[in-house]
Nanobody, 125 residues
Framework: QVQLVESGGGLVQAGGSLRLSCAASGRTFSMYYMGWFRQAPGKEREFVAAIRWNGGNQYYADSVKGRVTIARDNGKNTLTLQMNSLKPEDTAVYYC??????????????????WGQGTQVTVSS
């Protein structure tokens, strides 16, 4: 089992920045990919970014590309999401996720085996 705990959400004005963190514990050696998804009220959960746990290949949704950076610290078992130039449409609950699969479709939530509880990000206009 892998446990994921997000932190760093909050209220920010449009144009501002936030840094989300996800602390992983448990059988972290079993993870191959980690990602961030978000879900706004009344909408489906959507992919934001993903990274290969060992090797660092990064993947981004078009809606956040250029404004968001995903990174991992293997030594600290921590995943981060640096978000800049935030927009009101970025408002959502952000979830950290981990996959045990060697080959995944990183944009598909069902490819991930473990999820955090989520952290709220609210961007005011």
């Amino acid at each position: 089992q892998v446990q994921l705990v997000e932190s760093g959400g909050g209220l920010v004005q449009a144009g501002g920045s936030l840094r989300l963190s996800c602390a992983a514990s448990g059988r972290t050696f079993s993870m191959y990919y980690m990602g961030w998804f978000r879900q706004a009220p009344g909408k489906e959960r959507e992919f934001v970014a993903a990274i290969r746990w060992n090797g660092g290949n990064q993947y981004y949704a078009d809606s956040v590309k250029g404004r968001v950076t995903i990174a991992r610290d293997n030594g600290k078992n921590t995943l981060t999401l640096q978000m800049n130039s935030l927009k009101p449409e970025d408002t959502a609950v952000y979830y950290c996720a981990a996959s045990r699969r060697l080959i995944v479709v990183v944009t598909t939530s069902s490819e991930y085996d473990y999820w955090g509880q989520g952290t709220q990000v609210t961007v005011s206009s």
